[in-house]
């Protein structure tokens, strides 16, 4: 019998903005697990290509680059084990430390994610739009920035996208998991005994009916109104725009990507941050005196992100 249904819960009957086949591989590793099976490192990183964090932050003549790798969450455990992804929440308080230190003077966001949990998103991709009142905060796709890593990356002052870089898949989704042929080859009847009309609908033991498949549909299209109203707020356009002219679900290449609005410009990571430190010294010699410079550390130290 299939074990890790708790697990399961966090996968399933959830919404997601993640591009399919990575929530596919990484659901391909849960009902390995759920099944019995046991994966090495070298297998779980085959399946899902986990990214590791390297170091967060780390100045770069005055700019902070902060990595948004690997599947997203907004709280990782079980997520960050199996796909070495990053915390939604330890991006925002990266990104706080950088506006509030005097030292820096522009953040650049590098990344290279599939997308993730919805949970946290939101939060984020405003955190940073506010954020970018007081410091210039670019975002690179190098090489992708799909889903809920792109939903992130809009919200920066400017996006590029390297050479060779994806973007895009806006949209969201979710599966039900129907185990009930299973249980039924094994003998096994699963009763269900709750309280509450809807406590249970959705469960992996029966088939989705009609008002269980109609309320995911809804809070799917509920959450996927909140991504491309953001996205139209942060990119200066209409929400008919992102819907119809962002790829509409799909990943594009680099310059697909710049003619469609999705990215600013393509450009190597090693040129952004050239171009953010130069525009760092300029800000520098125009803040000239010491009473400028005193007023620019009390706007940073108000930043509230």
């Known amino acids: 019998m299939p074990s890790y249904t708790r697990v399961a819960e966090r996968f399933f009957n959830k919404p997601w903005a993640l591009m399919p086949d990575k929530l596919m591989e990484v659901q391909e590793v849960l009902r390995t697990r759920m099944a019995g099976g046991k994966l090495s490192d070298d297998e779980i990183r085959q399946h899902v290509q986990a990214a590791t964090n390297g170091q967060d932050g780390k ?63 939101a939060e984020l991709a405003d955190a940073i739009y506010r954020a970018r009142e007081v410091k210039p905060i670019a975002a690179i796709a190098n090489s ?13 002052s400017d996006l590029y996208i390297t050479p060779g870089g994806e973007a895009g898949s806006l949209g969201v989704w ?20 709750s309280a509450g009309k809807y406590k249970v609908e959705g469960n992996p033991y029966e088939a989705l009916g009609d008002d269980a498949r109609g309320f995911i549909q809804k809070r799917v299209d509920e959450y996927y109104a909140m ?10 356009v209409k929400v008919s725009e992102v819907r119809g002219g962002f790829g509409e679900g799909r990943v594009v290449g680099a310059r697909e990507a ?12 090693d040129e952004v941050v050239a171009s953010l430190q130069k525009q760092v010294r300029s800000n520098s010699r125009q803040a000239g005196s010491k009473s400028g410079q005193s007023l620019r550390r009390a706007k940073i130290a108000q930043a509230k992100i």
């Open 144 to 156: 992708l920035a799909a889903s809920a890593a792109y939903w992130i990356a809009a919200a920066a």
């Open 227 to 236: 991504f491309i109203t953001a996205v139209a707020r942060y990119r200066g």
């Open 174 to 193: 979710t599966v039900h998991w129907d185990e009930s042929q299973w249980y039924e080859s094994e003998g096994v009847k699963p009763t269900l005994i």
């Open 59 to 121: 100045p770069m003549g005055y700019v902070a680059v902060i990595r948004v790798h690997g599947v997203l969450a907004q709280r990782m455990n079980l997520m960050m084990e199996i796909s070495g992804g990053t915390s939604t929440e330890i991006i925002r308080s990266k990104i706080r430390e950088a506006v509030n230190d005097p030292e820096i003077g522009a953040i650049l966001l590098d990344v290279d994610s599939p997308g993730g949990d919805v949970y946290g998103t």
């Open 258 to 269: 710049v003619e469609v609005g999705l990215a600013d410009k393509v450009a190597t990571f």
